[in-house]
Structure formats: structure tokens, C-alpha cells
């Protein structure tokens, strides 16, 4: 008889209390994993960003354009090797709710600086042939049934007036990180309509993608940016692709910290339930341990027993809970997939899973070791369930 | 001690602590043991018997005085010391028989054999030769549930017996059965005593277990009043 057979009887001596218990660790346990996965979606694009871009910007704000006349100046200093430029779109399909990002970029380039997206050859020449064209990301492309060819009409905010594309191509992501969701589309033609609608916008980018040789040099080919528009009208800040995303999710820091918070309350309910679950069966048999104790079973030895069945519960909601995160991820992930584009559980929140039901398992059994341990025999002997 | 004795106890006092209150239940207590003999300790309720069995079994420790056991003071033993030392030498024989309720006979008796180097082999040889010896060779893989309160008892004796302890002590062994059973238990005790020289300390209400004893001690208030050996011995 091994000593794991006799923690497996114990832990199932009373099926329904251990397998509540177990249930609830399993919920709270995926719970966790993902408000986990959420952080982790939030800070997707932070992740998925390149060492190897730079984004340029208004020095004001980034609803502020810049002159498209900057982008050959940029592209003359030292350690650029591409120049992209853009501006956001804000369209909406049909409904508000169908939210999702769209840009108008210089299609000439974008593919080339932004190559974790895939599109293959024939789609991405059509899509060059067609000032009209657009190319979705394969998630967007299956949320709404688009198919090559279809026409596609977003109600521009920023721009006014319903603007109709045409499908040309769809993108894959390279990497899980790659956000599948971005509608992106001629920056020309947004700049010619402006035009022919004699707007004051004409000329004018949201924003420069530069493409840089080396991320080392980063800081000083920031710096040499800058310094090209310092004093002018529209002086501008540069920063690396991840810094500009993590602004971004900056603004949302308080909503990310409480969601932290809530799924380490969730860790700390788990230890309660195990915690109470430990201490009534050990209560329970504090006879039982007694008998041990007598027939020379030294404390630490008693201690294990009762250690290695409170991680035997919990290890095994911990399974549970981390199978169940799969699948209830997916779930999630699709219902939220225009806010949330990349929705992967990663290996670390897994770790993290697996390693505070360790240590919840140990914290559990504490109290119910001690008193164990501190427990006379002859007084443990006397006490009959 | 004296030659052929293998337990001596000297000047045991022993009390408990209740609410500032100093209790005393065993004051002054000497004796000695034989190798092979089997002592029964009569007494009223609170007269201290279960006391002074769990003091020499090494379960609970005194307040002052020695009990020496085999040449060792286990007075004088750390707990760890204690633990190894009772796995070692003393079978253990509850009243209400105390078996694993989630474990089968087998390994009920198989328990105090975890702690010691025997491979999974030997441990079932000595354990199915435990259980035959209390004929209960074909109840291995019942659980104490599945059993009667004499068969319990039986397994709890095979369990006490298995690592071949040279003292087994016994807590009102047939205070929780039937007559018929009683009488069981005691006849197996009996055997054990004198097929396999078994030293037995056992405390008893009952007289007709008393009986099967060669020596009865009587304890009153924390206090012998006598002792006096039976036809038997």
C-alpha cells in the first residue's frame, strides 16, 4: 500500500464535500485564468509590436495630423530603412456595435514594414490595382462572411460620408500575437476623395510607421526625428511601436489593475474553501491521526498525510480548471473578438494556474498541521467522530 | 530492574492541568513487569488505568519518574525518539478497535509495516501471516465496515501483532463486544501470550478478562492498593 493510495482514500472519503470543493476550485481556477487572459489580450499589441518600428506623431496629440511632406525628410535619416504612413478611419459597418479598427494606409509600404501579416501575392497585386480595394484580417473577414470581391461599406465618423470598398485580400497572422481583425485600405483613396471635396484635410497623415535597421539604435534615431520638425508647426514625437501601443493601453490602466485585483481575490477564495475543507476532515479524523501517531508514525509523517491531501484536491481542481480554460477561452475569445483580437491563454497564465494551487494546497493544510502536530496522542485517542 | 523483568517503573506521579486546577491521577507508582507476562490493570473510572497503560506504551509522558523499558528510559525520549521506539516495541489493542475505515483488513494491518525497509513482498507475507494467526486469513480485502466488532478487534490484534513487538498493550479490548466475542479476543490474547511470549499489559472492567491474566493490579485514585497473581500463572 503506498502512502499516495492512502491520501487519494482520504481526499475521497466524503465524495460530495471533496468534489464541491474541487468544482469550486475547477470555477474559481478558471475564473482566474481568464481575467488572466484578459490582461493578457489587453497587453497583445504591446507584445506583438516589432523592436524594428518606430511611430512618429503629432507632439500635440494623436488626433492632430502631420504633413505627408515629412515622410521623405524621415526617410533621410540615418538608420531608417522604411517610411509608412496612415490615419485612422473610424468607420463604421452598419452598426456601432460591428466595431472594429480601420485605417487608410500607403499601400506601397505597409505589407512591406508590417510583414507578420501574410497576404498572398495575387491578392495583394489586386489589392494594388484597386484604388477602391481593402484587405481584412482573416478573424474580421470570417466575423461579417466576406469573401473576395464583396462590396463592403463603412459610414466614415472622422471622414464624413458612406465610403464603399471592395474586398482584395485577406491576411494571416505569422505569429499568435498577430492581430487578425484590421480592415486597412488606400490612403490615397481617402486623400483624392478629400481632395475632390476641396477639404482642408488633403496631404495631412495621422501617423508614420518608420521602419528602423537596428532596434539598438532606436533612442538616437528618435531623437534625429524629432530634432528634423523641432520648431516647426507641427513638431512631432517618435517613439518605438511599443511604447506608442503601450500608451495606449496606459489609459486603461485602472480597468487592467482592478481586474488583477479580482482574479487574486479569486486565488484568496480558493484558499478559504480549501483551507475550511482541510480543517473539518482533519477535525474529522483527529483520532485517526492519533492511531498513526501511536503506531509510530512520527509528526512530519502525519503532516504529510494531511499536506498531500489537501494537494491532492487541489491539483486536481487545478487539472480541471486548466482543461475547462481551453475551451472556455475559445468561447469567450469569439464572443469578444472585436475587443479583444488576440485571445490565446499563454503558457504563463497555465504556470501561474498550476503554481497557486500549490501553494494554496500548502497554505490550506497549515493550521490543520499544526494543530495536528501540537495534538497529545492520549488526547487525540479520546476523540471519537 | 531485576533480572527477567521487562518493564520497571519508578516513582511515576502524573496529573493534568484543567482551568488552573492541578488534577492528580497517578502519584508514586513503582512496579515491575516480567518478560511474558500478562497484566491486567483493574481499577474504578478515574483511577488513573488508561493513564499509566498510555505512559508506559509511551503515548503520554509523566510528570516525574522513569519508566524503563528494555533497558531504554522512555521518559527520556524526544517525540521523534518516542515515535520510532513504539513502531519498534509495542503493539497497540483500542477499545473501539480504531482501524482506517477507508482501508481494507490488509491494510489496516499492512500500516505500521510502511514504516519500516521491507519490500512490498515480505510486508505481504508478514501481513497475511498476521491475519492468519487472528483467522482472518479470508477477510484481507474487507473493510472494517464489512466486519463485526469482534472481527475489528481481531484485525486491530494482527495489526498490533504484525511487526512482532515484544509488549503489546490493551485498552479495554473486550470493553466493546459481546460476550462471545469477548471471549474470542481473550482466548487469542491467551495465545499470544503463551505461544508467542508476548508480554501483555491490559486494562479491564471486566473480571472475566481479568481471569485470563497471571498478575491484576488494582488502581485507585492514582494509587496501587494490590496486586496478586492468579491460578493461571
Known amino acids: 500500500m503506498h502512502i499516495l493510495k492512502i491520501l487519494f482514500k482520504n481526499a475521497f472519503r466524503h465524495k460530495l464535500r471533496t468534489g464541491l470543493t474541487i468544482i469550486s476550485i475547477t470555477i474559481a481556477l478558471l475564473a482566474f485564468g481568464l481575467l488572466r487572459t484578459v490582461i493578457d489580450a489587453w497587453y497583445a499589441g504591446v507584445e506583438a509590436s516589432s523592436a524594428y518600428r518606430l511611430v512618429t506623431r503629432n507632439a500635440v496629440s494623436i488626433i492632430f495630423p502631420l504633413p505627408l511632406s515629412y515622410k521623405d525628410r524621415i526617410r533621410q535619416v540615418d538608420g531608417v530603412s522604411a517610411v509608412s504612413w496612415g490615419n485612422w478611419f473610424g468607420g463604421i459597418y452598419i452598426d456601432e456595435k460591428n466595431f472594429f479598427a480601420n485605417f487608410a494606409v500607403d499601400a506601397r509600404t505597409y505589407f512591406d514594414l508590417y510583414r507578420e501579416y501574410a497576404i498572398p501575392d495575387d491578392q495583394r497585386t489586386a489589392f494594388m490595382r484597386d484604388r477602391k480595394g481593402f484587405v481584412a484580417g482573416r478573424k474580421l473577414a470570417q466575423r461579417f462572411g466576406w469573401k473576395i470581391g464583396d462590396t463592403v461599406v463603412l459610414k466614415g465618423t472622422i471622414f464624413p460620408g458612406n465610403w464603399e470598398f471592395v474586398m482584395r485580400g485577406i491576411y494571416r497572422g505569422r505569429d499568435p500575437n498577430a492581430d487578425e481583425t484590421v480592415f486597412v485600405f488606400h490612403w490615397d483613396y481617402l486623400n483624392e476623395t478629400l481632395k475632390k471635396a476641396a477639404s482642408t484635410r488633403v496631404d495631412q497623415v495621422g501617423f508614420y510607421m518608420v521602419g528602423i535597421r537596428d532596434p539598438a539604435r532606436a533612442t538616437s534615431i528618435t531623437d534625429a526625428v524629432d530634432s528634423l520638425f523641432k520648431n516647426s508647426y507641427a513638431e512631432t514625437i517618435t517613439e518605438t511601436e511599443k511604447a506608442f501601443t503601450l500608451g495606449f493601453v496606459a489609459m486603461s490602466d485602472a480597468i487592467i489593475t482592478a481586474i488583477e485585483l479580482v482574479s487574486f481575490v479569486v486565488i484568496i477564495i480558493i484558499l ?33 498525510l494531511i499536506l498531500g491531501e489537501s494537494i491532492v484536491i487541489t491539483m486536481l481542481g487545478c487539472a480541471f480548471g486548466v482543461a475547462a480554460t481551453y475551451p ?36 490550506a493544510a497549515l493550521v490543520p498541521i499544526y494543530r495536528t502536530l501540537r495534538m497529545r496522542i492520549a488526547e487525540g485517542l479520546r476523540m471519537v467522530e | 530492574m531485576e533480572p527477567g523483568m521487562v518493564v520497571s517503573i519508578s516513582k511515576l506521579c502524573k496529573s493534568y492541568h484543567r482551568g488552573g486546577q492541578v488534577i492528580p491521577v497517578l502519584s508514586d507508582i513503582s512496579f515491575d513487569i516480567a518478560e511474558g507476562e500478562f497484566l491486567a490493570l483493574m481499577g474504578p473510572s478515574g483511577s488513573g488505568k488508561s493513564t499509566l497503560l498510555n505512559l508506559i ?36 489493542i483500542f477499545q473501539f478497535y480504531n482501524l482506517i475505515p477507508v482501508l481494507t483488513a490488509f491494510e489496516n494491518v499492512e500500516l505500521p509495516l510502511i514504516l519500516t525497509s521491507l519490500s512490498r513482498a515480505e510486508r505481504r507475507e508478514h501481513v497475511t501471516m498476521a491475519l492468519k494467526v487472528v483467522g482472518l486469513e479470508d477477510r484481507m480485502d474487507h473493510y472494517p465496515g464489512q466486519l463485526s466488532g469482534g472481527q475489528e478487534q481481531r484485525v486491530a490484534i494482527a495489526r498490533a501483532i504484525v511487526t512482532d513487538p515484544a509488549i503489546l498493550v490493551a485498552d479495554e479490548p473486550t470493553g466493546d463486544l459481546d460476550r462471545v466475542s469477548a471471549e474470542e479476543i481473550m482466548g487469542l490474547m491467551d495465545r499470544l501470550n503463551t505461544e508467542s511470549k508476548k508480554t501483555i499489559i491490559m486494562v479491564t472492567h471486566d473480571p472475566r478478562a481479568a481471569k485470563k491474566a497471571h498478575v491484576v493490579r488494582h488502581l485507585d485514585k492514582g494509587v496501587l492498593t494490590n496486586a496478586h497473581s492468579q491460578d493461571t500463572l
Open chain 1, 328 to 363: 472556455a477561452a475559445q468561447i469567450f475569445g469569439k464572443a469578444m473578438g472585436a475587443y479583444f483580437p488576440v485571445f490565446h491563454v499563454s503558457p504563463g497564465t497555465l504556470l501561474l494556474d498550476v503554481a497557486f494551487s500549490f501553494v494554496v494546497g500548502i497554505l
Open chain 2, 57 to 92: 506504551a509511551g503515548i503520554d509522558q509523566p510528570d516525574s519518574g522513569s519508566i524503563v523499558i528494555g533497558g531504554v528510559d522512555v521518559t527520556q525520549l524526544t517525540e521523534t525518539e518516542l515515535a520510532h521506539w513504539r513502531a519498534l516495541n509495542v503493539g497497540f
Open chain 1, 272 to 304: 478559504a474553501v480549501v483551507a475550511n475543507t482541510v480543517a473539518m476532515s482533519v477535525r474529522e479524523r483527529t483520532n485517526e491521526y492519533a492511531v498513526f501517531k501511536t503506531l509510530g508514525f512520527g509528526g512530519w509523517r502525519v503532516a504529510g
